[in-house]
């Protein structure tokens, strides 16, 4: 999993700020975009919002509605992109196309790049199922996985050499293919998916992924990330 990477590439500024104000203007007389110098610090307005928002389980969530991040995750597999896309409540995606991208597998037949840039397999190690079997994925099973994804890129360009198009030829490839997104949230929507995926039966790669983006939500809204990390991280409730 070492390859595994999130970094920011967009994310609203004073975002804290930006939920004090649609908070306010819920109840305020005022246009409350005419008082905005009158508005708290981000800090004190991170307080604010837990205190009338978040706490006691209010479960206020709609003004965390309105500030977003943008972030961008690199080299996880097709199958963590499939758990993650099914939660899209207020989540949206751009995803590294198998149509457009088909080099990279091209790539590893000539060598000019590794299996495991283009492919996701495990790390030697103990693992159990669903209903708690466990097994060990040793190193031998894992050299003749690596070998078989390389036989598939083989095939895959033979299909691509005979005219085939590449949404065809993919079909013969390995199914975790690590593939790049784009992934935008609100605070409330980010909080759903770590709510679900960051959960200790949630699948490796995807508790991977909540682990890499919640650094990037800590520094962007940290008095609500406090809060979340206190009540909710890792407890498996409904997401709100």
């Not at 004073?14 to 005022?30: G, K, L």
């Not at 993650?84 to 088909?102: A, E, N, W």
């Not at 039966?201 to 939500?217: N, V």
């Amino acid at each position: 999993m070492d390859r595994f990477t999130v970094e920011v590439i967009a994310q609203t500024p004073n975002p804290q700020q930006v939920i004090y104000a649609a908070m306010h203007q819920d109840y305020s007389e005022e246009f409350v975009w005419s008082e905005r110098q009158q508005w708290p610090d981000e800090q004190k307005c991170g307080e604010v919002v837990i205190k009338r928002l978040l706490s006691a389980n209010r479960g206020h969530f709609g003004p965390l509605e309105h500030p977003q991040i943008v972030l961008n995750c690199g080299w996880f597999p097709h199958s963590t992109m499939q758990q993650i896309r099914t939660h899209r409540v207020g989540v949206s995606f751009d995803v590294q196309s198998g149509r457009y991208t088909g080099q990279r597998i091209l790539d590893v037949v000539t060598g000019n790049r590794e299996i495991e840039e283009v492919f996701y397999l495990r790390p030697v190690g103990a693992y159990a199922d669903r209903q708690g079997k466990k097994y060990f994925y040793d190193a031998e099973e894992r050299a003749r996985d690596l070998q078989w994804c390389w036989e598939a890129c083989k095939r895959y360009q033979g299909k691509i050499e005979l005219g085939f198009s590449e949404e065809h030829a993919r079909g013969l490839i390995p199914f975790d293919v690590r593939q790049h997104w784009v992934l935008s949230a609100n605070v409330r929507s980010f909080m759903h998916l770590l709510d679900l995926r960051w959960k200790a039966d949630a699948q490796l790669e995807a508790q991977k992924l909540c682990e890499l983006m919640w650094p990037h939500f800590q520094a962007w809204v940290p008095d609500i990330a406090a809060w979340y990390e206190a009540t909710r991280l890792k407890k498996a409730r409904l997401s709100p």
